[in-house]
């Protein structure tokens, strides 16, 4: 059983920079694509970024290309997300996610464990 521990949110002013960190336990990490998502409140969680197992191949929601950087540390199990230029509609629960899978998806539903998530507030 893999465990996910973000860490890393914190409140930040428009146009700033966090790096989020997740990490992982209890399993094969080097094995797992990876992905961040995050919920706004009242809002559904949403896609944020993903990457593969060797962290050669990455994905990214529109509303964060250019701006985020997903990547990964296999030696630490440790997965990133890079947070720049941060908007106030930035703002929500961030969560990471494994998948028992090498290659990255963009949906909910496939990945396997999640994280408890770290709330990143960004104010105007």
Known sequence: ????????????????????????????????????????????????????????NTAYADSVKGRFTISRNNAKNTLYLQMNNLKPEDTAVYYCAARDFTNWGTFEHQYNYWGQGTQVTVSS
């Open 1 to 56: 059983q893999v465990q996910l521990v973000e860490s890393g949110g914190g409140l930040v002013q428009a146009g700033g920079s966090l790096r989020l960190s997740c990490a992982a336990s209890g399993g094969t990490f080097k094995n797992r694509a990876m992905g961040w998502f995050r919920q706004a409140p009242g809002k559904e969680r949403e896609f944020v970024a993903a990457i593969d197992d060797i962290g050669s």
